[in-house]
């Protein structure tokens, strides 16, 4: 179902998909539990979309309403070539389309990057967010393990499966088997997308790490990672322990994606933060 203002004209709905006319590009979401019940806002890495969190949400929509985000130039959101894919440019478009679905607070959760998002909301709305969830969302550029193999330039694209999963392939734990289709969605995005919101990213964290920006704010976080993370150095997420109250929790034996390579556990210590809430 899709309803150009963004309101829903069934209530009742466990799921529901929808595509939000905003400033700057269409904006896709998908709504899934209980309209009436608090409000969870995943919020997906670069080059991922809200497919990425299919294996938790079912876990999640017992006790929450589960809005999911396209960020611009991903899964079912528009893809601009002049769009605007700064995080705080991002964040306010998350701002935008919690407000058109009618949810004035939320636990934000973000995967990766999507984390970046998450954290420029809550600087940009903290009346919007009522807790912050980060998912292997590394703190610090010099955290950041840049990787050489697989870099896919604008002469290859589109890529091919083996380009594609030798890219992804950093994102989860070794041995994990990449499904074909995470492949295919990295194939629909466009070159420009996917670098823009790559650098847009770093670019970010680089200017200030994200401790830092969390520390004026003292909205409640937790912490969640897999030890094996090959996309930022493990260690470096016990950097947000030094905040106060905040809860860092480490997944063994899972990489960059828990959200995908262990969704119960995941789910488990999202859940128990977000009844605190």
């Known amino acids: 179902m899709t309803v150009s203002d963004g309101r829903s004209s069934t209530a009742d709905a466990t799921a529901e998909e929808t595509v939000l006319p905003l400033e700057g590009g269409d904006v896709h979401v998908r709504q899934d539990g209980p309209r009436d019940a608090p409000v969870l806002l ?3 890495g670069s080059a991922a979309s ?7 949400v079912p876990l999640l929509t017992g006790s929450h309403r589960v809005i999911r985000i396209d960020l611009l ?17 991002q964040a306010r478009r998350a701002g935008q389309a919690l407000e058109r679905l009618g949810a004035e607070r939320a636990v934000v959760v973000g995967h990766s990057s999507g984390g970046y998002t998450a954290v420029a909301l809550a600087e940009r709305r903290p009346e919007l967010v009522t807790g912050l969830v980060l998912i292997n969302t590394g703190p610090r550029l010099d955290a950041f393990l840049a990787r050489e193999s697989g870099t896919i330039g604008p002469e290859q694209w589109p890529p091919s499966d083996d380009q594609l999963r030798k890219f992804a392939s950093g994102a989860f734990r070794a041995g994990y088997e990449i499904p074909q289709d995470l492949v295919d969605e990295l194939r629909g995005l466009s070159y420009h997308a996917f670098t823009a919101a790559m650098r847009a990213s770093l670019a970010y964290v680089g200017q200030s790490p994200v401790p830092d920006r969390l520390a004026p704010l003292g909205i409640p976080l937790q912490v969640i990672f897999g030890d094996q993370d090959t996309r930022w150095r493990p260690a470096s997420f016990g950097d947000y322990g030094a905040l106060p109250g905040a809860r860092v929790d480490a997944l063994p034996g899972i990489g960059h994606t828990p959200i995908l390579e262990d969704p119960a556990g995941t789910a488990g210590l999202l859940l128990r933060f977000a009844a605190q809430r």
């Open 73 to 89: 130039g991903h899964g079912r959101s528009a893809k601009p070539v002049d769009g605007d894919y700064g995080i705080p440019e």
């Open 42 to 44: 995943l919020i997906h």
């Open 50 to 56: 809200t497919g990425s969190w299919d294996a938790m």
